[in-house]
Nanobody, 115 residues
Framework: QVQLVESGGGLVQAGGSLRLSCAAS????????MGWYRQAPGKQRELVAT???????TYADSVKGRFTISRDNAKNTVYLQMNSLKPEDTAVYYC?????????WGQGTQVTVSS
């Protein structure tokens, strides 16, 4: 089992920045990919960014150049630095960990960007 705890959400004005954190615990040695997803009201959950154990990253086109995913292996923590935030970035952001064929999710953290 893997447990994920997110933090760092909040309310910010358009153009501002936030950093989300996701601390992993449990069977973390089995994790090969970690990432962030988001779900806006009335919409499906969508991929934001992922980072593999070797450091390879991927991003949704909508956040490329604005968001950066990183990890601190010593702290078992993944970060999402979000810059130049837009109102359309408003959503609940979920941390995700993939261990073999199992997906684990955090409880989610709300990000609200005001115009």
């Amino acid at each position: 089992q893997v447990q994920l705890v997110e933090s760092g959400g909040g309310l910010v004005q358009a153009g501002g920045s936030l950093r989300l954190s996701c601390a992993a615990s449990g069977s973390i040695s089995r994790i090969n990919v970690m990432g962030w997803y988001r779900q806006a009201p009335g919409k499906q959950r969508e991929l934001v960014a992922t980072i593999r154990s070797g450091g390879t990253t991927t991003y949704a086109d909508s956040v490329k150049g604005r968001f950066t995913i990183s990890r601190d292996n010593a702290k078992n923590t993944v970060y999402l630095q979000m810059n130049s935030l837009k109102p359309e970035d408003t959503a609940v952001y979920y941390c995700n960990a993939q261990a073999t064929i199992t997906y684990y999710w955090g409880q989610g953290t709300q990000v609200t960007v005001s115009s």
